[in-house]
């Protein structure tokens, strides 16, 4: 699993300054699920309610009196801040779908707005926190790098930024890890020029990955058993020049001196 930074709480309280400055103060609302019924209220004792919610930590509910906010009144500056504190009650509440689709919501209503920054940072982070395993499938991870890509193009100089930058690196490393799982079952399976091509995709799109000198090292083994020494030789070289203490190209040097000696150096 992805290692994965501790940013819920540090996101609470800067949403919490951003978006509830000069609000009302957290407020009573009444118990239980008549906080959801429709009863017509005033829009700043109901998005008073939803934020003495979220304060207390009912984040399901707190999502949905903010939601109740927009829907009573559509029209007003409140209905921006609670499309947002909306997604980031979700998010917080780990409903990552529920998340993305209100933070998607508000960008598709305010795209210029001053918070869609933040919005798309909500986005790319309910998409890295769904990142699974490296042995199961990886479309979720796919979309957080491409979310995480998109708030570096959009926003460089924006405060989420450089932690999408090392993200992205978390990210590609994670996918890096999935290409050499699968080549190596391809290559314990004796499919020898299968393996070859994942490893060549790690070599070529995750280079500046951990996992760059091990897929060299196996790019050597799968040349060599596809009867190919000049590529191994090929291959090996490139581990020695860039990796030239690591463990996998000593292992590089030991099969090639096994398998092909008369490559060695020359």
Known sequence: MIA??????ALLGATSAMLLTGCA?????SSGETDLAYVARD???????AKGR????????????????????????????????S?????????????IQSATRFLSIHPGNRDAPYAYYLIAISY???????????????????????????YPESPYADDARLK????????????MEIGRFYQRTGQWLASQLRFQNVIEDYQTTSHTPEALYRLTESSLALGVPEEAQRYSAVLGANYPGNE???????????????????
């Open 54 to 85: 979220l304060d207390r930590g009912d984040l399901k509910m707190a999502a949905g009196l903010f939601d109740e906010v927009e829907r009573q009144h559509p029209y007003s500056p409140w209905a921006r801040r609670a499309q947002l504190m």
């Open 128 to 154: 890295y926190e769904q990142i699974s395993d490296v042995e199961r499938d990886q479309a979720i991870t796919e979309r957080a790098l491409q979310a995480l890509t998109e708030i570096v193009r959009r």
């Open 248 to 266: 996998w190209y000593e292992k590089a040097f030991d099969l090639m001196e096994k398998h092909a000696p008369d490559r060695i150096g020359g």
């Open 168 to 179: 992205i690196d978390l990210v590609n490393d994670h996918l890096a890890g999935k290409e």
């Open 4 to 9: 994965k930074l501790s940013i819920r709480s």
């Open 25 to 29: 103060g957290g407020g009573g609302s």
């Open 87 to 99: 997604a980031f009650s979700y998010y917080a509440a780990r409903d990552y779908t529920r998340a």
């Open 43 to 49: 829009v700043e004792s109901l998005y008073s309610a």
